[in-house]
Structure formats: C-alpha cells, structure tokens
C-alpha cells in the first residue's frame, strides 16, 4: 500500500521503566466525576451516568514540554486528572472484568478553553473546540499496573509556580474507574491504546504564558509543563 503523502507519527507516551512506548489510539475523558468540581462548575454532583468527550490522539504533550498558549480564548484553564490507559480490546465489559483491560495510570492535564466551553454549553453546541485544541492533552509517564498496581486513592493535586490550585483524593471519584471503563465501553468498542482521562478535582482556573503548571498524583509521579 502506498499513501498520497507521508502519514504523520504515531502519537505515543512515556511508559516508566520500558524501552517501548505507549501508543495513542484514541483519547476519552469524563466530564464532571468529584462533587466539588461539579458544584463549581454550576452542577449537581448526583450519580447521573457519567458523560464522555474526546480529543484527537495528537493533542498530546510531554512532560516538561513548553505549550503555546492556544489561539481564540482568554481563559485557558487547567484540569489535573488521573489517567487510564487500555492494553486490552473490550466491548461491554461488566465493572468486574473492567480492571483487566487497564494497562496503566499516568498525571493527565485537561487543558480547556473555558470561555469556548461555557459558550458552547450555552448555545448547547459541542466541546470540540472547547477541549480538543492542539497541545490540551500534556501527559505524564505511564506507570504500568505491573510496577503500581490499580490506584484507588490518593493525593491529587496541581501548582501554579508552586502555589496548590487543586487538591483532591483519587477515593472521592463519583464513578470509580472501573465504572469509568465499563460505561465507556457500552458506547464505544475500547481499543489498547486508548486513553481516557477521569475527570478533575475542584480549583480549576486560569492560566497565563509563562505560568508553570505542576500536577501530581501519589505513586504516579508528576507532570510540569509551562505556558509560553
Ligand atoms: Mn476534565
């Protein structure tokens, strides 16, 4: 087979410890999952199922990676998350077969233009352009479930040039990740290598270019990242 021009790389991460890389298949993320986040964001933190949005594979970022402030917004926000990856193909996975398919865990950034997102909740359009902008996926290091096993609690937490911004525990999660996955997967066939990003704790807010973000989550180490 040949193409009409040079396809680009494929997107992958870090994984801790391994010569090999994690390659991107797709990005899922879940809308709002701490009850303090969904208050701040006008919401009501019930058990309503959890909702889904996507990102292109490509919107991810390295840690330690510079990202351009984006185009079109002047409220660019972060969202610390933990991040699950797939190692294993599933559709309809019942919530106990659901920690099977992870293949590991890794610091996730949210990024968001904020002012886009509340207009296009207004006018009840997509979020698109709201979330799935280049560079708004920076990720850190995938830790394996092999070396840290499935994390069910814990600090999460993100700094501003060192000031906390977010701070929440991983044990406050509305849908715990293996609901995460099990309700994905009744939409979409989850593939190895997709990404889906779990939702953040409150205290999100605006960055500016030269900020420093710093998000961290106990056992899966940090991811910085600077606005230029
Ligand atoms: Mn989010």
Redesign the pocket.
């Known amino acids: 087979m040949s193409f009409c021009f040079e396809p680009g790389p494929v997107p992958s991460v870090l994984i801790l410890g391994s010569e090999n890389r994690f390659p991107v298949h797709r990005i899922y ?1 879940v809308g709002r999952n701490y009850a303090a986040h969904a208050r701040e964001m006008g919401g009501n933190p019930d058990r309503e199922p959890p909702f889904f949005f996507a990102k292109p594979a490509d919107a991810i970022v390295e840690d330690g990676a510079d990202i351009p402030y984006p185009p079109q917004t002047d409220n660019l926000h972060h ?1 610390v ?1 933990l991040v699950v990856a797939l190692g294993r193909q599933g559709a309809d996975i019942p919530v106990e077969a659901a920690l099977d398919h992870i293949f590991g865990y890794a610091v996730g950034n ?1 990024l968001t233009r904020r002012d886009l997102q509340a207009d296009a909740k207004n006018r009840g359009q997509p979020w698109d352009a709201a979330k799935g902008f280049d560079h708004s996926a920076p990720i850190a290091a995938i830790h394996r479930v092999a070396d840290v096993g499935h994390p069910s609690a814990g600090q999460i937490r993100l700094t501003v040039n060192g000031e906390i911004r977010q701070e929440g525990d991983l044990r406050d999660l509305i849908w715990s990740v293996p609901e995460v996955v099990s309700q994905l997967s009744r939409l979409f066939t989850l593939m190895p290598g997709d990404l889906i ?1 779990t ?2 704790p409150a205290g999100v807010g605006p960055v500016r270019p030269g900020d420093v973000m710093e998000g961290s989550i106990d056992g899966l180490g940090s991811l910085k990242n600077r606005i230029v």
């Open positions: 993320c969202e998350e949210d990003f939702g953040t």
